[in-house]
C-alpha cells in the first residue's frame, strides 16, 4: 500500500504550537487517511528545531505506530552517499537522501515536505519524481 513519506518541516510545524503552520499541518493530519511513513533521521533532525515538551509530544505520537518509522541500514549508506553526491548543488543533507531512499526502496513517492524545491528536482528509480502533497498552500 502507498504511504505517504512525512518530511522535517512538516513534523516540525506540527510539534510547534507558534510556528504560522502549526494549525496547517493539524488540519491536514486530521483529514488525512493515508498511512504515512518516515526515516529516523527524520525525527532526529525535528527533535533539534523543537523544545523538549514537542520533543516528548512527537516521540509519544510516533510510539502510538500511526507513522512508519524506517531505519536506514548501514548498507545502504553508500546509496545515500551518491544521492548526496548527485544533488551536491542543494546540499543535501542525511534525512533528505534518507527519505529518497525510502521512496526507492518501497516505491511511495507522495511526500509532506516544506522542501518543495529539492523534492522536486529528486528523481526516483525510472526517472520517477516525488508528488508534493499539498498541505499548507494558503494557510497559516
Not at 504511504?3 to 510545524?13: K, M, N, P, Y
Not at 496547517?24 to 529516523?40: I, N, P
Not at 548498507?75 to 542525511?94: G, H, I, K, N, Q
Not at 518543495?116 to 525510472?126: I, M, Q, V
Request: one cysteine or more; aromatic letters at 8%; hydrophobic letters at 45%.
Amino acid at each position: 500500500m502507498e504511504r505517504i513519506l512525512v518530511d522535517t518541516g512538516f513534523l516540525v510545524a506540527l510539534g510547534r504550537a507558534r510556528d504560522p503552520l502549526h494549525r496547517a499541518s493539524r488540519a491536514w493530519l486530521e483529514g488525512c487517511t493515508a498511512r504515512l511513513a518516515t526515516v529516523t533521521a527524520v525525527v532526529v533532525e525535528a527533535c533539534h528545531f523543537l523544545q523538549l515538551e514537542s520533543r516528548r509530544s512527537l516521540l509519544a505520537w510516533l510510539a502510538e505506530g500511526d507513522v512508519a518509522v524506517i531505519e536506514v541500514p548501514p548498507e545502504a549508506y553508500p546509496e545515500l552517499s551518491m544521492t548526496m553526491e548527485r544533488y551536491r548543488e542543494s546540499d543535501v543533507d542525511f534525512a533528505d537522501a534518507a527519505l529518497v531512499w525510502l521512496a526507492n526502496q518501497a516505491g511511495h513517492r507522495s511526500i509532506v515536505t516544506l522542501d518543495e524545491a529539492d523534492f522536486s528536482r529528486f528523481r526516483l528509480k525510472g526517472g520517477a519524481r516525488f508528488e508534493l502533497v499539498e498541505w499548507h498552500r494558503g494557510r497559516g
